[in-house]
């Protein structure tokens, strides 16, 4: 009897260890761009048919991880990495098919700025820095579009996932990890991958949250705590900080932060898969495919041991069918109600967010539209952080939280341009942002060199948000001066140097956008002010001499058609700016002829009046990783004006000027009445932010203006020989501007060869009369 016990009782243990399946789990390490090796790890498990029943991660371990949970194979997480959105995510910069430029204003050679904030019960003045160098919104928002509706599907348990997940953040206040195991996953793995100064910290369970691989960087620890899987594979793409280099910074602020993780799995638990990952930085996202097949090469040397420790297997077809039941489960999203934190924020502020995002409708919108009311709030420049997240209610759509705060109201701005020519220049400019229902903004811009000095306020306010409606009003008084700021002795085409011109003017625009959705916004505009040239007709002049002076009042109404979608100031590489505009100019001008003028009389009453009709454009297109192709295209179709003598009539004729330099120089080849302009512009990138820029544009005026043998201006006959244009620039666009090495070609000037050195932004508030 006490036989049969004995072999009955072996029997049932024979049988439960049969019946009893064997579990792996698979942990991720940290390691910025390095971690994109996961992949490939996960790509030959799954090629041997090695299940994967746990996985966790910690910062871009935890990423992959989280993909993979959700249901993410190897190939469609390839997919999504190689993608210009998680270009654009990784970058901080919005999806091309989102982003909005509807509350851009005119370029200004802002380098560097803050924001600031007058505390009138400590009387003193607080700053806002800079806690982040790559903008969240983008990635932010994407987390929500990747992770919402497979957060929902789990009923906001980790454990419910396709593939139960865990993911270690870091508490720097109370300097421990922090694992997170319900909730939103894209909030948990967003809060482990946040590594300081790089991204901006979120907050959860009011903790403030960074990059986990500060106090865990490896959580084989966590796996065993939380699942206890019978077999663990460990993937290691990063060390333990090394000695930091004195220009390093995130490997300083690793050795700060960052405590010793355990990287020794005992061999009874499982293997390490690693490798060397010399030479390869944070955000070198680009070496995708080579992380990949690393990856990929280093766990198949281990899979022979792998192999012979798992017994289990999943074919592809079983894993295939897992990943549909999930997806099968997870709903569409669709949003409900918005809440915004903190409640305090004041109704007028809470309007303009909610009828933002929603586009004023009342009704449940979609993720896209949401998507590109989000871009808006931020675009709008108000919010500082402008954190989402998502849970579904009770009727299966979502509510969107968004956590808010403010940007500081008042920001200075200080730039300009440091050149090897006489073209230097200063920037201050000043700005107060007034957050409300129908916010508006004040601008001041002054800028002083020896070619450019001018002082502009401005004023913008929204009135209406569905349709969004606008209007602006500015006030400029700028002087062109082409004797201080000459950058030859002699000058192009054998004008005299000492020109300058002055002009102060007033303008109101009210506006719309005509497409919401590719920033195309339409204008309308009056311009009203007057300008003064003064001038003398030769170099051989003296301190006795009196120049010519030629001034001209006008009111000129407009109707403008324009959108800039361009990602750099100057030397753009992708984008498009274009522009329409019709308008007719009311203008009486007066002359006084000077001692160097013989044979001109002075004239007080010349009317000429122009009507104007010109289109810009500006269009770039991505060939492929190192060429892009811009094209420059510009039509002007206008009435002849004439004014008292060729040199005012030259400076009020509409010109060509597609480079930055060609704008600092009066060039009386390139103007005319009408005229007909093209250009291309291959583009050469050594890096994202290197490339070479180079220009070859050719002017066609229908009639040229010609000089009379008294000094008045007169015209040509029909299509004359027109005039190339070319222009090479080598170009770093830094964090805070450009600086470039450049050539400027003018085959029919005097001086055919304009090379120069910058740092900074050539730019300049528009003329009057080509608002």
Same mark, same amino acid.
């Given at each position: 009897?006490?036989?049969k016990?004995?072999?009955?009782t072996?029997?049932?243990?024979?049988?439960?260890?049969?019946?009893?399946?064997?579990?792996?789990?698979?942990?991720?390490?940290?390691?910025?761009?390095?971690?994109l090796?996961?992949?490939?790890?996960?790509?030959?498990?799954?090629?041997?048919?090695?299940p994967?029943?746990?996985?966790?991660?910690?910062?871009?371990? /935890?990423?992959?991880?989280?993909?993979?949970?959700?249901?993410?194979?190897?190939?469609?997480?390839?997919?999504?990495?190689?993608?210009d959105e998680f270009?654009?995510?990784?970058?901080?910069?919005?999806?091309?098919?989102y982003?909005?430029?509807?509350?851009?204003?005119?370029?200004?050679?802002e *380098?560097?700025?803050?924001?600031?904030?007058f505390?009138?019960?400590?009387k003193?003045i607080?700053?806002?820095l800079?806690?982040?160098?790559?903008?969240?919104?983008?990635?932010?928002?994407?987390?929500?579009?990747?992770?919402?509706?497979?957060?929902?599907? /789990?009923?906001?348990?980790?454990?419910?996932?396709?593939?139960?997940?865990?993911c270690?953040?870091?508490?720097?206040?109370?300097?421990?990890?922090?694992?997170?195991?319900?909730?939103g996953?894209g909030?948990a793995?967003?809060?482990?991958?946040t590594?300081?100064f790089?991204f901006k910290?979120?907050?959860?369970?009011?903790?403030?949250?960074?990059?986990?691989?500060?106090?865990?960087?490896?959580?084989?620890?966590?796996?065993?705590?939380?699942f206890?899987?019978?077999?663990?594979?460990?993937?290691?793409?990063?060390?333990?900080?090394?000695?930091?280099?004195?220009?390093?910074?995130?490997?300083q602020?690793?050795?700060?932060?960052?405590?010793?993780t355990?990287?020794?799995?005992?061999?009874?638990k499982?293997?390490l898969?690693?490798?060397?990952?010399?030479?390869?930085?944070?955000l070198?996202?680009?070496m995708?495919?080579?992380?990949?097949?690393?990856?990929?090469?280093?766990?198949?040397?281990?899979?022979?041991?792998?192999?012979?420790?798992?017994?289990?297997?999943?074919?592809?077809?079983?894993?295939?069918? @897992?990943? *549909?039941?999930?997806?099968?489960?997870?709903?569409?999203?669709?949003?409900?109600?918005i809440?915004?934190?903190?409640?305090?924020l004041?109704?007028?502020k809470?309007?303009?967010?909610?009828?933002? *995002?929603?586009?004023?409708?009342k009704?449940?919108?979609?993720?896209?539209?949401?998507?590109?009311?989000?871009?808006?709030?931020?675009a709008?420049?108000?919010?500082?952080?402008?954190?989402?997240?998502?849970?579904?209610?009770?009727?299966?759509?979502?509510?969107m939280?968004?956590?808010?705060?403010?940007r500081?109201?008042?920001?200075?701005?200080?730039g300009g341009?440091?050149?090897?020519?006489?073209?230097?220049?200063?920037?201050?400019?000043?700005?107060y942002?007034?957050?409300?229902?129908?916010?508006w903004?004040?601008?001041?811009?002054?800028?002083?060199? @020896?070619?450019?000095?001018?002082?502009?306020l401005?004023?913008?306010?929204?009135?209406?948000?569905?349709?969004?409606?606008?209007?602006?009003?500015?006030?400029?008084?700028?002087?062109?001066?082409?004797?201080?700021?000459?950058?030859?002795?002699?000058y192009?085409?054998?004008?005299?140097?000492?020109?300058?011109?002055?002009?102060?003017?007033?303008?109101?625009?009210?506006?719309?956008?005509?497409?919401?959705?590719?920033?195309?916004?339409?204008?309308?505009?009056?311009?009203?002010?007057?300008n003064?040239?003064?001038?003398?007709?030769?170099?051989?002049?003296?301190?006795?001499?009196?120049?010519d002076r030629?001034?001209?009042?006008?009111?000129?109404?407009?109707?403008?058609?324009?959108?800039?979608?361009?990602?750099?100031?100057?030397?753009?590489?992708?984008?498009?700016?274009?522009?329409?505009?019709?308008?007719?100019a009311?203008?009486?001008?007066?002359?006084?002829?000077?001692?160097?003028s013989?044979?001109?009389?002075?004239?007080?009453?010349?009317?000429?009046?122009?009507?104007?009709?010109?289109?810009?454009?500006?269009?770039?297109?991505?060939?492929?990783?190192w060429?892009?192709?811009?094209?420059?295209?510009?039509?002007?179709?206008?009435?002849?004006?004439?004014?008292?003598?060729?040199?005012?009539?030259?400076?009020?004729t509409?010109?060509?000027?597609?480079?930055?330099?060609?704008?600092?120089?009066?060039?009386k080849?390139?103007r005319?009445?009408?005229?007909?302009?093209?250009?291309?512009?291959?583009?050469f990138?050594?890096?994202?932010?290197?490339?070479?820029?180079?220009?070859?544009?050719?002017?066609?005026?229908?009639?040229?203006l010609?000089?009379?043998?008294?000094?008045?201006?007169?015209?040509s006959?029909?299509?004359?020989?027109g005039?190339?244009?070319?222009?090479?620039?080598?170009v770093?666009?830094?964090?805070?501007?450009?600086?470039?090495?450049?050539?400027?070609?003018?085959?029919?000037?005097?001086?055919?060869?304009?090379?120069?050195?910058?740092i900074?932004?050539l730019?300049?508030?528009?003329?009057?009369?080509?608002?």
């Amino acid at each position: 009897m006490q036989v049969k016990k004995i072999t009955a009782t072996l029997l049932a243990v024979l049988i439960s260890l049969t019946l009893h399946s064997q579990s792996v789990g698979l942990v991720l390490s940290g390691g910025g761009a390095k971690g994109l090796s996961h992949i490939g790890v996960i790509k030959a498990l799954e090629e041997n048919n090695i299940p994967i029943d746990y996985v966790a991660g910690t910062s871009m371990g /935890a990423i992959v991880a989280g993909l993979y949970s959700i249901g993410l194979s190897p190939d469609e997480m390839i997919t999504l990495f190689r993608s210009d959105e998680f270009k654009s995510w990784q970058q901080g910069q919005s999806e091309k098919m989102y982003e909005t430029h509807i509350y851009r204003r005119d370029a200004t050679p802002e *380098l560097f700025g803050a924001t600031f904030n007058f505390s009138r019960k400590e009387k003193k003045i607080n700053y806002t820095l800079p806690t982040n160098l790559i903008s969240p919104y983008p990635m932010d928002i994407a987390f929500i579009q990747l992770f919402a509706s497979s957060s929902a599907a /789990a009923e906001y348990d980790f454990n419910k996932l396709m593939v139960p997940f865990r993911c270690v953040s870091a508490d720097i206040v109370n300097k421990k990890p922090y694992v997170l195991r319900r909730g939103g996953i894209g909030e948990a793995i967003r809060a482990s991958m946040t590594f300081p100064f790089a991204f901006k910290p979120i907050m959860i369970d009011s903790v403030l949250m960074f990059d986990g691989g500060f106090y865990n960087n490896f959580p084989w620890d966590v796996m065993i705590k939380d699942f206890n899987p019978d077999y663990i594979i460990g993937a290691k793409c990063s060390t333990n900080p090394t000695e930091p280099d004195t220009d390093d910074l995130l490997a300083q602020l690793e050795n700060m932060m960052m405590v010793e993780t355990n990287y020794n799995i005992p061999p009874e638990k499982g293997v390490l898969i690693d490798g060397d990952y010399t030479n390869v930085g944070l955000l070198d996202f680009e070496m995708l495919d080579a992380m990949v097949q690393k990856g990929y090469e280093l766990a198949m040397k281990n899979m022979p041991e792998i192999l012979q420790r798992v017994r289990e297997r999943r074919s592809a077809k079983e894993l295939s069918e @897992k990943r *549909l039941a999930f997806r099968l489960k997870t709903p569409q999203v669709i949003f409900d109600n918005i809440n915004i934190i903190p409640d305090t924020l004041r109704k007028g502020k809470r309007e303009f967010i909610i009828n933002t *995002l929603t586009n004023h409708k009342k009704e449940p919108v979609s993720f896209e539209m949401l998507k590109r009311g989000y871009n808006r709030v931020v675009a709008s420049g108000f919010v500082n952080t402008f954190y989402p997240t998502a849970r579904m209610n009770k009727d299966s759509l979502f509510d969107m939280t968004i956590r808010l705060s403010e940007r500081q109201p008042f920001r200075i701005s200080i730039g300009g341009n440091i050149s090897s020519s006489s073209l230097n220049q200063g920037y201050i400019g000043l700005e107060y942002r007034h957050f409300s229902l129908y916010p508006w903004k004040v601008f001041m811009d002054m800028n002083l060199g @020896k070619f450019y000095t001018g002082v502009s306020l401005s004023l913008r306010q929204d009135f209406s948000i569905k349709p969004l409606l606008f209007y602006e009003a500015s006030f400029t008084a700028h002087r062109f001066d082409y004797f201080r700021g000459s950058q030859t002795e002699s000058y192009l085409d054998k004008l005299p140097t000492s020109i300058e011109e002055n002009e102060v003017f007033g303008n109101i625009k009210v506006g719309s956008p005509v497409d919401l959705n590719r920033s195309i916004i339409g204008k309308f505009s009056i311009t009203a002010g007057r300008n003064s040239y003064s001038y003398y007709l030769t170099d051989n002049f003296t301190s006795y001499d009196i120049p010519d002076r030629t001034g001209i009042t006008y009111v000129s109404p407009s109707l403008i058609l324009e959108r800039n979608t361009t990602n750099y100031r100057i030397y753009p590489t992708s984008g498009i700016k274009q522009r329409l505009s019709l308008g007719y100019a009311f203008m009486s001008a007066s002359y006084f002829a000077g001692s160097t003028s013989d044979e001109i009389r002075s004239d007080t009453d010349i009317i000429n009046n122009r009507l104007k009709l010109n289109f810009f454009s500006e269009v770039y297109h991505s060939v492929n990783k190192w060429l892009t192709i811009g094209s420059v295209a510009e039509l002007t179709i206008s009435s002849r004006v004439v004014l008292g003598d060729y040199i005012s009539t030259l400076i009020t004729t509409p010109s060509f000027q597609p480079t930055p330099h060609s704008k600092t120089l009066l060039l009386k080849g390139y103007r005319a009445n009408s005229f007909l302009a093209v250009g291309v512009n291959p583009i050469f990138h050594l890096s994202n932010s290197v490339f070479i820029s180079t220009l070859f544009s050719y002017f066609q005026p229908y009639r040229s203006l010609i000089k009379n043998s008294n000094g008045t201006a007169g015209f040509s006959g029909s299509f004359p020989k027109g005039d190339f244009m070319g222009n090479i620039a080598a170009v770093w666009q830094s964090p805070v501007g450009p600086v470039s090495i450049s050539a400027s070609y003018y085959p029919e000037a005097d001086v055919k060869w304009y090379p120069q050195f910058n740092i900074g932004l050539l730019l300049f508030k528009n003329k009057s009369l080509n608002n």
